[in-house]
């Protein structure tokens, strides 16, 4: 006898069958995000007070501090101002927030993550280009280059799904922390899918951490934008630099044998993440192998401008011997991994990841790579910079007026 399901059953079974989808998908916060999923974990990071990495929950202190570079800021403060000009009053009550606010922390790759600020959909013309021209006095030709091309390639991930509701090259939001100034820190940030740059700026000095980049496709087969591609050049870096290391050393560097999953660990909401240093130590390195590593990690500071890229890469070269190198998967042409590039001043993860929204094979591909760039050591967001300038503003204000602080 045929056996005749009850609607119920049926309509259970149905439901059950999205959320498997969902949970296959390996978005689930992004899903969620609307429910309190994500924010959930959002709030429990911003209520942790800023650290900064570490490699051991204890910062290293001595590693920054407030100077002259002789690089001018004038032109990213003229974008800026430009910028602002050209929004109209609500936009710019949206856009503002203090140079100490949690809004830095706020930002994640998630499509469906809810910011704050203006974005690209709703500005006009001229507004666009006042933004862009931001982009452009902040980023390098080819930071601004790989920037757009990401935010193309979202265009071509909403081709791909249908789903230009939520993907689209467009939802790319700005928020300005700080009113821009020549001495008085300020800043600004660009948060979307696959995408977020925090620029902060205090006097000549720039800290251009946390950014984000990456891309599902990284590559446009077909569309629109066919054609267009990112994450090339920092695959082939890495790639150059695992394979120029010596048996030994490569035994030392390669951390795990088998890409099987996601393995980035300093993304959004991991700003306090404990990191310990991991593979091999550049002070391992031939000369011709530390110009590779040092190539692989200015192809990540040159999306900075041109100036305060080479102030940075002084940085690097300072620890270069304290900096180490770590791998996880093969290094084929067609091999999937994840490297990490650790010292006490920049930190650096590239990872090809599992694929969420095109119809592949559930394992790392090339076509899905997230990458980050962060300052450990309590730098992120120019936080440690912020941090002595309030420290110095405090006591030349008890200098000034010694009567008006007494002594506890």
């Known amino acids: ?5 009850h609607p119920r059953f049926l309509l259970l079974a149905a439901f059950a069958a999205v959320l498997l989808a969902v949970l296959i998908s390996g978005d689930v916060l992004s899903q969620l995000r609307g429910q309190g999923g994500f924010g959930g974990r959002e709030r429990a990071a911003i209520r942790e007070p800023f650290a900064g990495i570490t490699t051991n929950g204890e910062i290293q202190t001595g590693l920054f501090s407030i100077q002259e570079t002789g690089v001018s800021t004038a032109p990213v403060l003229e974008a800026a101002r430009n910028f602002l000009g050209s929004l109209s009053d609500e936009q710019r009550d949206r856009v503002f927030f203090p140079v100490d606010d949690s809004e830095w922390r706020r930002w994640a790759n998630q499509h ?10 709703e500005l006009d013309e001229g507004q666009r280009e006042a933004a862009f021209g931001l982009m452009k006095a902040g980023l ?3 930071g601004f280059r790989r920037s757009r091309d990401i935010m193309r390639l979202n265009y071509t991930l909403g081709e791909i799904t249908g789903n230009f509701a939520e993907l689209d090259e467009w939802f790319y939001y700005f928020t300005v922390m700080g009113e821009p100034s020549e ?3 300020w800043g600004w940030q660009l948060d979307g899918h696959h995408l977020i740059v925090n620029y902060f700026v205090l006097g000549d000095q720039v800290v251009m951490t946390p950014t984000f980049m990456g891309s599902e496709p990284v590559i446009a087969e077909a569309g629109k934008y066919k054609g267009v591609a990112v994450m090339q050049e920092e695959r082939r870096r890495g790639l150059d630099l695992i394979r120029a290391l010596d048996p030994g050393q490569r035994s030392k560097a390669v951390i795990g044998e088998s890409k099987q999953g996601n393995n ?8 306090n993440v404990v990191l310990d240093y991991a593979g091999i130590a550049a002070s391992e390195f031939t000369d011709a192998q530390r110009d590779l590593l040092l190539a692989l990690v200015e192809e990540f500071v040159g999306n900075m401008d041109e100036g305060h890229a080479k102030v940075k890469m002084n940085e690097v070269r300072d620890h270069l011997d304290s900096t180490h190198f770590a791998w996880i998967g093969d290094h084929g042409d067609d091999s999937p991994f994840y490297y990490r590039v650790h010292s006490p001043v920049v930190l650096i993860e590239f990872d090809h990841q599992r694929p969420v929204f095109m119809r592949l094979p559930r394992v790392p591909t090339l076509q899905h790579v997230h990458s980050v760039i962060r300052t450990p050591n309590g730098n992120d967001y120019g936080k440690d910079l912020l941090r002595q300038h309030y420290a110095d503003s405090h006591r030349a204000a008890l200098g000034a007026n010694p009567a008006d602080h007494p002594s506890p």
Do not use: H, I, T
């Not at 469906?112 to 959909?121: A, D, I, L, N």
């Open 1 to 5: 006898m045929q056996s005749v399901r």
């Open 264 to 271: 980035a660990l300093a993304q959004a909401f991991r700003d």
């Open 112 to 121: 469906s993550y809810r910011r704050q600020g203006v974005s690209f959909e």
């Open 183 to 185: 001495n008085q820190p």
């Open 140 to 142: 390098s030709a080819k």
